[in-house]
């Protein structure tokens, strides 16, 4: 009986298209069998997890008490998984004092033995996976593993020990990946060690000074950045050794750790940080005293406000407008230096924090009102007139409008005047047209006056 191939056979070069098509339709039902296989067993799965992680939500503080035994869940291979994933989400929400119970959970069921056991044991993305659990569950018997997989070969697998480390949040945790480093058998980005050790430190930053002074010049930078990130008002021990380190980024950490420690010498001891020959430790120091709103800085900020480098200039001013009642008394000063840069600096940051307006509102105090004017005057030096001429015109007060246009006409300013000549058009009502055309004239008579004293006394 002659077969199906052997009619396709008698086609000639068709029969190589009809069984190409053939192929095509075989490989495509093929396909499409699978999908609906792997979408049915895939439905299947995703039906059994949520029924059972109904029911684990039904008895969720019996699991947590004991009550139910882990003997009934911990052989079932997705009921243990869903338990461990509730028990380490919890835990990182867990207020103290439910993180207790958690953990004697975790020892009591066995899944921490059971992640010990694979964080040593198994291999590739299993042991990352197990190492990453065991990090979780913030316990410290899960610290030698961790410790163990500092020394594989792969550098994922150390990653992962790093991480976990990280994860544990305590201080004894941070003991191996010192000696590494100490050691200098690390071969892992610098990023992750430091995000580990901050989390391994953040509740005791005491214990890592000692670290930090003890460390060879290769890692101190390191563990000196770390201290800058977890310091705090109640930091122990001497941190003025650091400030006088040989290694610039050292004493930049330094300056950071100082704004926030607060000890009783922060501010001398910034002070000389802020006359370093490197231009980020003086820019570290410089944003450390603005930290501190301290008036005492004044002499010193304005010292750094005249510094060659742009981004210690910027931050001077910074910190010098962020002393809140002093703005007019900073204004004088800088002025009284007589360096141009230093001064338009100031005045820009006036502008961007709204300073400015703030002393255009002094006017009204009898008290105030000498200082203030004298820091207008400087503002208008420092390149001001255009938001000064906006306040003169649209202030809501009329005492102030009035108190500003007499201020401006005394200052003879020439940019000033030219600046009138050139939005003299776009006013919009009378009113600010006659303020203008009088401030300007009182600008031109002045300009006349001293254009004849100059004749008279060539």
Sequence with gaps: MPSVFDSISQLGPAGLVVEALVATASAIGLLLAFILLRRAIRSRYFRRLNRRTLE????????????????????????????????????????????EPLHQCLRFSGLLDARIHEARLWRGWRRRQALLSLGRMRVPE???????????????????????????????????????????????????????????????PSLMLPHVHQADDRVRPLLARVLSEVATPGLDGDLLLLTSDPIAEVRAS???????????????????????????????????????????????????????????RLRSAAALVGLDGHEEEVLHLAMQMGDRYALQALVSEMERSGRIPEMVNALRNPER?????????????????????????????????GALARLLAGTNDKALLDQLQRHQLDLATPRQQRVVRWLMGQLRSQTTVELCREKVLA
């Design 56 to 99: 684990i939500r039904h008895n969720w503080e019996k699991i947590i008490g004991g009550v139910i035994l882990p003997e009934t869940w911990f052989n079932d291979r997705l009921t243990r998984n869903i338990v461990e994933c509730m028990l380490l989400d919890r835990l990182e929400v867990a207020s103290a004092e439910e993180i």
């Design 142 to 204: 899960g610290i030698s593993a961790l410790a163990e997989a500092l020394d594989d070969p792969s550098e994922e697998i150390r990653v992962a020990g790093i991480r976990g480390l990280g994860r544990v949040e305590l201080p004894k945790a941070a003991e191996p990946i010192l000696e590494h480093l100490t050691q200098g058998q690390f071969n892992v980005p610098t990023s992750v060690v430091q995000s580990a050790l901050l989390s391994c430190f953040r509740t005791q």
């Design 254 to 312: 330094a300056a950071r750790a100082l704004a926030e420690a607060k000890p009783p010498f922060t501010l001398s001891a910034l002070t000389g940080l802020a006359a370093d020959e490197e231009w980020f430790v003086r820019l570290r120091a410089v944003i450390a005293i603005g930290r501190l709103h301290e008036p005492r800085a004044i002499p010193v900020l304005l010292q750094t406000l005249g510094d060659r480098n742009r981004h210690v």
């Design 369 to 401: 009102r000498p200082l203030a004017e004298a820091a207008l005057v400087a503002a208008l030096r420092g390149g001001a007139n255009r938001i000064l001429v906006d306040l003169m015109l649209h202030h809501s007060d009329w005492r102030i409008r």
